[in-house]
């Protein structure tokens, strides 16, 4: 994978953060945006790292199969991710205390975090150098989690439906080229 799929696929896997932080602009969290970064880019760079060395240690045991199996787990989630835009939302009972505290926070990151496991779980499947992929996927997502904080008041709610159906497509299509074996 060369660098140029790596930053595709930061920005795939952070479209979930940005997609999330305009929710949590919109509540008045302004007070809590560097909390909020730090807690989603630390969890952002950890988790798919963990996700590489699980995916590296199985591939010993699946070597003739690794690109077919990362490429179905790409795959499959990006169909997850378009699907999963089309659930009705369940409105957040809790108070924006909890959910600006380190705990919330990490918590949230965590869920939100889940398709970088298996991305990086995919990817261990193959030769990725993960310290390179875990710096983009952080980056991004630093990036658009604060992006998303500053904005999050002046967008619809109906955005981040569109922004989690394109992230959906472009995992797809990287499932595909990682299949073939193109790169750019």
Known sequence: MDILDMILLGIVIASNNLAFSFGLGALGTKAYHLRIVIVFTIVE?????????????????????????????????????????????KETTESLEYITSVKGLLLIALGLSTDNLLVGFS??????????????????????????????????????????????????????????????
């Not at 199996?69 to 939302?89: E, H, M, N, Q």
């Open 45 to 89: 760079f950890t988790i798919p790292l963990i996700g590489l060395f699980i995916g590296r240690y199985i591939s010993s045991f699946i070597e003739n199969y690794a690109d077919l199996i990362g490429s179905i787990i790409l795959i499959g989630l990006g169909f997850y991710t378009i699907f999963t835009s089309y659930k009705t939302k």
């Open 123 to 184: 990817l261990g499947l193959g030769d990725v150098n993960p310290l390179k992929l875990a710096f983009f996927i952080a980056f991004f997502s630093m990036v658009f989690t604060f992006v998303g904080l500053k904005t999050g008041k002046y967008i619809k709610s109906t955005f981040g439906k569109y922004v989690q159906i394109f992230a959906g497509v472009l995992l797809i299509i990287l499932g595909i080229i990682n299949y073939l074996g193109f790169s750019f």
